[in-house]
Each structure stands twice: as C-alpha cells, then as structure tokens.
C-alpha cells in the first residue's frame, strides 16, 4: 500500500492529477482524491470526496472551505489556526504552479478573513508569492505582516530578498541590519547581510 501511495504522489508532483486520483480512489484516499479533482477543474467530484469524511478529517474540511473561498464566498465553517498554517501555503502554490490565477487571486483576496484564523496569514501568503516571483505583491503582504509584528525576522528576511531581487540594494540592507539588531545569531539574515555588503561593494566600485 505505501508504495501504492508512494507512487500516486509522484504522479501528483508530476502534475499528473488523473493517475494520481486513480490510486487514490482506490485506497479510500479521500483528502487526496478531492484535491486531484480540484486541480483537474471538477469541483463537484472534489466535494464529494471532502464530504465523505470531512467530520474526522481536517484537511478535507480545509478542501470544503477553500471551495468557497476561491469564488469569494464566506465559507460556512471558518478555518482553523491549525489548518490556515497547515494548506494556505500550499494551496496558494498549487494554484499559480497550475496557472489557476483566478482561483489564487481569489484566495489572497479572501486574506482578511483567513487572518481571522490565523494572523500569521499574511506572512504564509507573502512567502507563496515571493517564491512565485512576485516579489511586488510580496512586499506588500510583508509589510501587512510587519504591522502585526514588528519584530517578525522571517518577513523582514522575505522583505529585504524581495528588494535585493528588484535592484533596490539600500532597502534590502535596512531590512536585514533591522533583523540583526533586533535578534541575535539569526544565521540566514547574517549571511544575507554579508552578501548584500558585498553586492553594494561591488555596485560602488564601477
């Protein structure tokens, strides 16, 4: 059976949902069934899949909530702090990996209402997008963040990376001498530090 599944999530890495949904249908795999479905645009099947176990399943209820909230819907049942940290994330990225930009613009859309759940929201999706390459949209959810938590090392990290990767050297090194100031041996922001120096060095020197 492990391998079995071993396999039907390789398929799904490969983006190859309906070989994925096969297995999963036939292990009694509901979460993963229903996530398939979604990512093959059948939203009724994915329901079907989420409502079967949705009771004892966290994740399959997270499903249920996301199909509302990807049409701006005030989801019935509000996530859980548990279940926002667990999936935004992860749903988020899924749907730009596949080019459902409707869908994650949607979802990031719908944030207030997930900080409600969770007010680390805004930072999970700011990590979504700097890891998709939008660093402009990244910022401003950083920077949502940064109201919230002044002192929060991992934003100002995505922050700083995200003005590196737009050409602006002088705000990139702010944020990480204001990690360094405020926290001791944060070892990622130490070393970007030592390389942003170096990279204003360099841009000095010609």
């Given amino acids: ?49 989420w409502k079967k176990n949705y009771k004892s399943s966290r994740a399959s209820l997270w499903g249920l909530i996301i199909l509302d909230l990807i049409h701006l819907k005030n989801p019935r049942i509000k996530p859980s702090f548990f279940q926002t940290r667990a999936y935004l994330e992860i749903y988020l990225n899924l749907f730009i990996e596949n080019n459902y930009i409707e869908w994650a613009q949607n979802l990031v859309s719908c ?60 705000e990139a090194l702010d944020c990480v001498v204001r990690i360094n100031d405020m926290v001791n041996d944060y070892f990622p922001s130490i070393i970007f530090e030592k390389i942003l120096r170096e990279e204003i060095k360099k841009k000095h020197s010609k």
């Fill in 1 to 49: 059976m492990t391998l079995q599944i071993n396999k039907a999530k390789e398929y799904f890495n490969n983006k190859q949902y309906d070989k994925a949904l096969e297995i999963f249908v036939s292990k009694e795999e509901n979460y993963y069934a229903g996530l398939c479905c979604l990512l093959l645009k059948d939203e009724n099947k994915a329901k079907e899949f």
């Fill in 111 to 170: 944030c207030d209402i997930l900080y409600q759940s969770n007010p680390e929201s805004y930072k999970f999706i700011a990590r979504a997008l700097f890891a998709n390459g939008y660093f402009e949209l990244a910022i401003t959810f950083c920077k949502k963040t940064l109201k919230l938590f002044y002192c929060d090392p991992e934003a100002l990290l995505i922050l700083s990376q995200c003005y590196f990767l737009l050409g602006n050297l002088g």
